[in-house]
């Protein structure tokens, strides 16, 4: 016998599900095939990271910093850096700062790389997962060819970096950038006008500019509803300032234009790249002096992680070792649209406008559990309050 067509099921998804690279959890109320409620639960790759940056010195910190992200080991050192050159009023040389800025964009390459395999896989495209995989090891033969890693680089030490770009790996960088430009044109028209991809991605999720800016998104997925926010414009960081990026915006708002946007990001960062190794400085790796200890105090650290603003909030207490590191990742902001763009549509869809943040759980690296007083169910991640509430935080905190 059939269920009447009101009646509502619950679909747990995770920690544990293929459809997940990562553990986490959801829960889809659907009606028929539409999802009409949605909670996610985070919190699964906890493994104490800031509680373990009060434990070690200044230096230790930056290579444990390092490990939060894989994809994202140099961006999250950088942040760290900056903020505690910033508390130490140590200058790093005009040339480290540029080689730093290299690798955060050969990174963006690699991640949006890998990012656009993990949802052509996630979309049942099995081929542009095989491609894209494929052509992402040109990248990491380059960071290899430069610091003799291919995940975690390891290039900055706190006041500068590890390695010059040499001669070697200066042509093994243009070589490389411009294969992967060749190919970032091909799978550009290919998301853009394969029907089979269309399907699971025209139209579907679409956030518009005011939701975009009332959820808080970041990032790309920002960029896509035509959110013109980019901290290495906004507050430029290392060498940006002097080597600016070009800011990609769409307006559809939909999977589509999330992919669109990353894509171009990449054609962006090609030539960035080039402009970079053409005009690097000349001068010094390392600042002479970075002292052990630094003075009492607090500063606040913004760069712009592949997936949108990181945040690092770093305090002293005067010591060797920090006396709180706070990292606020780009997922942790991105996934209240999830939860609100997945009501409506069908559960068939829910996994592409999952991947369409480019999450990455274990970046999240801590829980925060919102309950309501009186409320008995127990239920996490009371998305509903924290629009309510949280946005007007959000903007404080940014203004």
Known sequence: MNAPATERFVVPIGPQHPALKEPGHFEFTVEGETVVDATVRLGYAHRGIEKGAEGRNWTQTLYLIERICGICSHIHSTAYAVGVEQLAEVEVPARAQAIREIICELERVHSHLLWLGVAAHDAGFDTLFMYTWRDRETVMDILETMSGNRVHYSANVLGGVKFDLTDESAVAILKGVEFLEERTHHYRKVVSEDAFFLQRTRGVGTMTHAEALALGVVGPTARASGVARDVRLD??????????????LLTAG?????????????????????????????????AKRMPRKLKPGEVISRVEAPRGELFYYIRSTGGEQP???KVRTPTLCNMGSVITQTIGHNLADVPMILVGIDPC????????????AGDDNGRAWAWADLRRYGIDYYRRIRN
Not at 237 to 248: E, K, L, N, S, T
Not at 254 to 282: Q, T
């Open 361 to 372: 759980f274990s970046c999240n690296d801590r829980a925060v559990t919102v309950r309501r």
């Open 254 to 286: 939909d999977l589509e234009a999330r992919f669109l946007a990353r894509l171009d990001e990449l054609l962006d960062s090609f030539r960035l790249i080039r402009v970079l190794v053409a005009g690097l400085p000349a001068g010094e790796l390392t």
């Open 323 to 325: 006396d709180r590191v």
């Open 235 to 248: 507050a430029p960081y290392v060498a940006y300032a002097d080597f600016p990026a070009r800011i990609q």
